[in-house]
């Protein structure tokens, strides 16, 4: 089966300008996350979709990010505008569904890599 | 709210040597421990994972990790590494949750191994 897919792999943008991130998560998988690494720091959560829902988006930075999950499919993060501080890697994962009391193996993208000049 | 420490962010060792990477975590709640390596230019790969159980784990690549409740820790270990080895590792935790929620993961700032010949 193909793994977690991200677009683009690279992006270099000015501040100000705008940034749309796209996730791909593996097929059947209901869970699907975000999470960011600031350079020399550690990878941080950012939000987790169930379908199309939020359930958790107490990572978000600020108002100026917005994810999305329409359909329950592919996932949009968008920075808008961005500024210097939200240069860093932007990592997707993925689950099945999680049995009661259990655990789901999180599948990871390669991330993205966005520059904020 | 759960915290990752990885001491150490650089491991050098020769090939064939035996090598650990140390990770002591703390919560205020029961949790699930994972490790991940990121190769250069790929996303994280689930290396290994302690749910319940024995607390030695054996994960992918030959590497394996021991839980020890009392020191908080999850150190991961291998007994001989190879080239291939070099790459980033990542501890992490996610706090268990009978029922609701997700399990976003808390990680540590990762320690890069560097197997030299």
């Known amino acids: 089966e193909a793994g977690v897919t991200q677009f683009p792999s690279h992006s270099v943008i000015e501040k100000g300008q705008t940034v749309t991130l796209r996730c791909d998560p593996i097929?059947?998988?209901?869970?699907l996350y975000w999470y960011r690494r600031v350079m020399g720091k550690e990878i941080k959560f950012l939000l987790h979709?169930?379908?199309?829902?939020?359930?958790?988006e107490s990572g978000m930075p600020n108002n100026r990010f917005l994810a999305e999950r329409t359909g329950g499919t592919y996932s949009t993060l968008k920075v808008q505008p961005a500024e210097l501080e939200d240069s860093g890697v932007y990592f997707c994962?993925?689950?099945?569904?999680?049995?009661?009391?259990?655990?789901?193996?999180?599948?990871f993208g390669p991330g993205t890599r966005l520059t904020v000049l | 709210a759960q915290s990752v420490t990885q001491l150490d962010s650089q491991v050098p060792v020769f090939e064939e040597a035996p090598v650990e990477l140390r990770c002591n975590y703390s919560?205020?709640?029961?949790?699930?421990l994972f490790w991940y390596v990121q190769y250069p230019n790929q996303g994280l790969q689930l290396l290994l994972k302690?749910?319940?159980?024995?607390?030695l784990v054996k994960g992918i690549n030959g590497f394996e990790a021991e839980f020890n409740k009392s020191q908080t820790s999850f150190h991961l270990r291998k007994p001989s590494v190879h080239i291939s080895d070099t790459a980033e590792y990542f501890c992490?935790?996610?706090?268990?949750?009978?029922?609701?929620?997700?399990?976003?993961?808390?990680f540590g700032t990762g320690t890069q191994l560097k197997v030299e010949l």
């Open positions: 919560s205020s709640v029961s949790v699930y």
């Open positions: 979709f169930v379908k199309e829902s939020k359930q958790d």
């Open positions: 992490a935790v996610s706090p268990y949750i009978l029922t609701g929620g997700g399990n976003k993961l808390t």
């Open positions: 302690y749910l319940s159980g024995s607390t």
């Open positions: 097929s059947g998988h209901d869970n």
């Open positions: 994962a993925s689950s099945r569904t999680r049995r009661q009391g259990g655990t789901d193996t999180q599948y």
